[in-house]
């Protein structure tokens, strides 16, 4: 079983930033995917940023150049560095671990971004 925890949620205004953090815990196998969704009020979840073992990244392209997401496979945790937040970038942030052909969530941290 694979535990996530988030935390760096928060009340931002616009233009401003956030550091999200998610630490896994339990069974963790090195080789894994992890990542970020995030899902605004009345729509579907969508994928903010994936990023490999190895270190590669995918984007959303409504976040390209704004936000980074990294990794610190020593303790588990995987991070995103929000900038230039926008309005619409709020949501219910939820970190995901990919591992072994299962999904594994976390409980999502809240961000708003208004003035």
């Known amino acids: 079983q694979v535990q996530l925890v988030e935390s760096g949620g928060g009340l931002v205004q616009p233009g401003g930033s956030l550091r999200l953090s998610c630490a896994a815990s339990?069974?963790?196998?090195?080789?894994?995917?992890m990542g970020w969704y995030r899902q605004a009020p009345g729509k579907q979840r969508e994928l903010v940023a994936t990023i490999t073992t190895l270190g590669s990244t995918n984007y959303a392209d409504s976040v390209k150049g704004r936000f980074t997401i990294s990794r610190d496979n020593a303790k588990n945790t995987v991070y995103l560095q929000m900038n230039s937040l926008k309005p619409e970038d709020t949501g219910v942030y939820y970190c995901?671990?990919?591992?072994?052909?299962?999904?594994?969530w976390g409980q999502g941290t809240q961000v708003t971004v208004s003035s």
């Open positions: 339990g069974r963790i196998f090195r080789v894994n995917v």
């Open positions: 995901k671990m990919h591992l072994a052909g299962s999904d594994y």
